[in-house]
């Protein structure tokens, strides 16, 4: 079984530049969360999404972060513009159902340096 | 206001010995707790969980404690072995309520000398 796949790997931008990470997970899950994590930080969820519905979003900066899940499968995070404290890993996890007890498989993320 | 809480940024444990991670935790409508482990340069992966209306779950190595009265849990992992050596990460959750969100620690720095 595949994982969750993300890209770019890497990111270096400069301050107000804009950048999307993509996310593509485990088959079959419905729900797909994004999380940033701050170094020494443990993540912290931006968005939660049920097929192509948001759940939660209440933790996303939403004057400059915004995600879509079209169609229920992929993900894209958006930056625009970036703030040097955006400088995270930006992780995202699938699971099978919202609340079920199923655990959050989540993928290698994305390493965004803003300078 | 952090509602999970790793004290211990790290710990260095011989192999072969008992390591024991702890976690606690403030919001009493957590009723799932998880603990994930996390390499460099990947993503968290799934260790053990447990429910709020157990107080022990076991898997091989690892046993996972849980004492509600004292908002604790703590992860042991015997006998400790060299590729244990990660982050540890206790995340907690309100399964019981809207979204199932997953709310982390700190997480611990594991270091399993040889």
């Known amino acids: 079984e595949a994982g969750v796949a993300q890209s770019p790997r890497y990111k270096i931008i400069e301050k107000r530049q804009s950048v999307a990470f993509w996310c593509n997970p485990i088959?079959?899950?419905?729900?797909l969360y994004w999380y940033q994590q701050i170094l020494g930080q443990g993540p912290k969820l931006l968005i939660q999404f049920q097929n192509n519905g948001v759940v939660d979003d209440s933790q996303l900066p939403k004057d400059r972060f915004s995600a879509e899940r079209l169609k229920g499968v992929d993900s894209t995070l958006k930056i625009q513009p970036a703030k040097l404290e955006d400088s995270a890993v930006y992780l995202c996890?699938?699971?099978?159902?919202?609340?079920?007890?199923?655990?959050?498989?989540f993928g290698p993320g994305t390493r965004l340096t803003v300078l | 206001d952090q509602q999970v809480k790793q004290n211990s940024p790290s710990l260095s444990v011989q192999e072969g010995r008992i390591s024991i991670l702890n976690c606690d935790y403030t919001n009493s409508m957590f009723d799932y707790f998880l603990w994930y482990k996390k390499y460099p340069a990947e993503g968290p992966t799934f260790l053990i969980s447990?429910?709020?209306?157990?107080d022990k779950n076991e898997d091989g190595r690892f046993t996972v404690f849980l004492n509600k009265s004292a908002k604790h849990l703590s992860l042991h992992i015997v006998p400790s072995q060299p590729g244990d050596s990660a982050v540890y990460f206790c995340a907690a959750s309100n399964y019981g309520g809207s979204q199932g969100n997953l709310i982390f620690g700190k997480g611990t720095k594991l270091s399993v000398k040889p």
């Open positions: 088959s079959g899950h419905a729900t």
């Open positions: 996890a699938s699971s099978l159902t919202i609340r079920s007890y199923n655990e959050q498989f």
């Open positions: 447990i429910s709020s209306i157990k």
